[in-house]
């Protein structure tokens, strides 16, 4: 699975092309995304990722375990613990949900 994420209230940059210092800085920090293989433990109540494509190269071939619980057939919830957050945030969630094909 690959995942990226962002601050959905990010600044545009003020160049069209070539963001400032501060601006390439903001984006970095306010952005995420990595590529991992994924084992669901359903049973045990968590999920492993093996990071193999990460923005932060440090993060590659890591195993990353979230806790998780299923609500539902097509929702799936993650929650992250401190040691991966910035403070002041010390617990996060992710919710990963399948959506149905519409057909179009």
């Not at 920090?29 to 990460?54: D, M, N, P, Q, T």
Request: hydrophobic fraction near 35%; charged fraction near 25%; glycine fraction near 4%.
């Amino acid at each position: 699975m690959c995942a990226t994420i962002m601050n959905p209230n990010q600044p545009k940059w003020k160049s069209a092309t070539v963001p400032t210092r501060e601006e390439a800085k903001s984006t970095m920090e306010s952005f995420i995304a990595y590529c991992s293989r994924v084992e669901v433990h359903a049973k045990e109540g968590f999920v492993l990722h093996y990071v193999e494509v990460a923005k932060n190269p440090n993060n590659i071939g890591k195993t990353w375990k979230r806790w998780s619980k299923f609500e539902g057939p097509n929702r799936l919830i993650l929650r992250i613990d401190s040691t991966e957050n910035t403070p002041p945030v010390v617990e996060s969630t992710l919710v990963w949900e399948r959506v149905e094909d519409s057909g179009n």
